[in-house]
């Protein structure tokens, strides 16, 4: 099995910044892509960044705010968030794209959710 977990949400003020971090547990042997969406109540799940065979890609909204890297042998993502704004408020969601040990059929996991509050 494989497991994401991650940490790093809370409540910050506007203009603020946190970092989200996302570590993959469990037997898997080959990751395409890890990311980060997000979801506002009320609203569709949206992502806020990628990162696939070396290239990124962020939403319109997160570029020049939030910066996505990975420790690939730690099988981390992390999403530095900064000048987080209160339309920033939202559950993010960490998923990796990767094939479980013996398979060469790709999944897509996902972390549990963090809250990330941006207060006025």
């Known amino acids: 099995q494989v497991h994401l977990v991650e940490s790093g949400g809370g409540l910050v003020q506007a203009g603020g910044s946190l970092r989200l971090s996302c570590a993959a547990s469990g037997s898997i042997s080959r990751i395409n892509a890890m990311g980060w969406y997000r979801q506002a109540p009320g609203k569709q799940r949206e992502l806020v960044a990628g990162s696939s065979g070396g290239s990124t890609n962020y939403a319109d909204s997160a570029k020049g705010r939030f910066t996505i890297s990975r420790d690939n042998a730690k099988k981390t993502v992390y999403l530095q968030m900064n000048s987080l704004k209160p339309e920033d408020t939202a559950v993010y969601y960490c998923?990796?794209?990767?094939?479980?040990?013996?398979?060469?059929?790709?999944?897509?996991?996902w972390g549990q959710g963090t809250q990330v509050t941006v207060s006025s």
């Open positions: 998923f990796v794209d990767g094939s479980p040990d013996g398979s060469r059929l790709s999944y897509t996991y």
